[in-house]
C-alpha cells in the first residue's frame, strides 16, 4: 500500500480562496467568502453543480438567468468553462502532476476498487476491471476515477492540500468532457455510463463538504446526479442491457418479512418507529394540505418504514446501503423540492432514514469519513436549518445518534 504522505511542494502552500467583498451576488447573500473567479467562483461551483455562470451584478439580467440555467439532460452537469481554479503554477506539464497521476492510479486499483458497492449500475468487475481498462483510452472514465480516487486518499489524509486541489482538477476536467460530449451529440457508451456512475459518488460524498464559516446545505445536487442516472438508464435502457448493466432503475425493492414473521425484538422497534412517524406526521396538519402534498409525504413516510421493515427482515447491509443512499431520488421530485426549501417535515424524513446506516457496519462509500462524513453532518445540519419551534421533530435521529436508540438486528442481518 502506498505512503499517504505524500510532501506538498512549497508552491502549493497558497490560500485557495481570497477574500473577497465584492464577490457573485451567491456568496454575498450567503455571508461566505467568494474567490471572485469567473464566470463561476469555486462556492458556487460547489453548490451548483450544473450552473453555467455567476450572478455578477445585481442588476444584470442576462447574468441572472444564466446562473439559473440549468442543462437538458440532468446526469450530465454543464461546468463552468474555466479550469483555472488553481495557482499557474500547478501546470500540466510538471512531474509532480504525473506522479500524482500514477499514484490516484495505484490507488485506485488496490484500494478504492474493492469499497466499491456491486450492483447493476456498475458490478464489481466494472469497479475492479472494467473502469481502469477504459480510463487508459479514455479521458471521459480517467478524470472521474482519479476524482473518485484522491477523494478517498483526502478523507484520510485531509491535511493533504494536494489532493484537495487534485480532486477539484479532475471533478472539473470530468464536467468539461461531458459537455463536450454532449455538444458534439455523442452517443450514450459504456464510458459515459461509467463516468456518470462514478460521478454519482463523488458527489454523494462531496456535497457534504462545506467550507470554513459556510452554512450546512441539504445535498440535493447528490439527489439530482442520481435522478439523472435513472432518466438515462431509462431512455437507453436496451443499450446498456447489451453491455451489461441493465436492470438498473434503482434495482428491484428487496422482499421483506410481514408483521408477524418479524422477531419480538423487531416487532417492538417497529411499533416505536410506527408510532414516531404517526406522530410526526400529524403534528404537521399534513391531511389539512393538497392531496399532492399529502401523497408526497405519505409515500416518503412508507418508504422510511420500508427501509426498517428491510433491516429487520436481513436485508443484506450492502442492499441496505443502496437503499438509503437513493431514497430521495425515489420518492417523487416534489419532495426533493421540498429538500431544497429546507421543509421540516421532508427533513426530519430524510434523517430517519439515513440514521438507520448507524445499523451497518461503516463503509466509505456510503457514510464517507472526516470532512465528507455523511449522517452526523446531514442529520445535526438539517436540524441547525429548522427553525427553533420545529427542531423537537429530530429527537428521535438525535437519540440514534448519541446510542440511546441501538439499532440492532440479531442474527437476521446479512452483512
Known sequence: MESADTPVPQQLKVPLLRKSHSGCRDCRVRKVKCDEIKPVCFNCRRRYINISQCEWSTGSQKSKKAAVQRFSTPIIPAPSSSL????NTLADTTSQWRSLELRLMYHYSTIVSHLMPACQGAPARAWQHTIPQLSF?????????LALSALHLHTHTPQDSLLSIALRRYLDRTLVNHRQALSEGEELSEQLWL???LLCHVYWLLSRQKQKDE??????QAIRML???????????KLLDRLGYAPYQFESLPSVLSQDELSGIAKLQMSGIEEDLDHLVNAFFIFTQSESIQSVYLEAKESVLFHYRAFFSGTSAQILRRMVTVMPARCQLAFRVLLERHDPLAMALLARVLVLLKGLDHTWWVNGGGKYEVVENDVRGMRGLMPEKFRWIMDWPFKVLDGEIILKRGLLGLE
Open 84 to 87: 483555472e481554479i488553481y495557482p
Open 137 to 145: 483510452d479514455s479521458e471521459i472514465v480517467l478524470n472521474p476515477m
Open 195 to 197: 463516468s456518470a456512475i
Open 215 to 220: 452554512e450546512y446545505e441539504v445535498p440535493v
Open 227 to 237: 435522478e439523472g442516472v435513472n432518466v438515462v438508464f431509462k431512455q437507453k435502457r
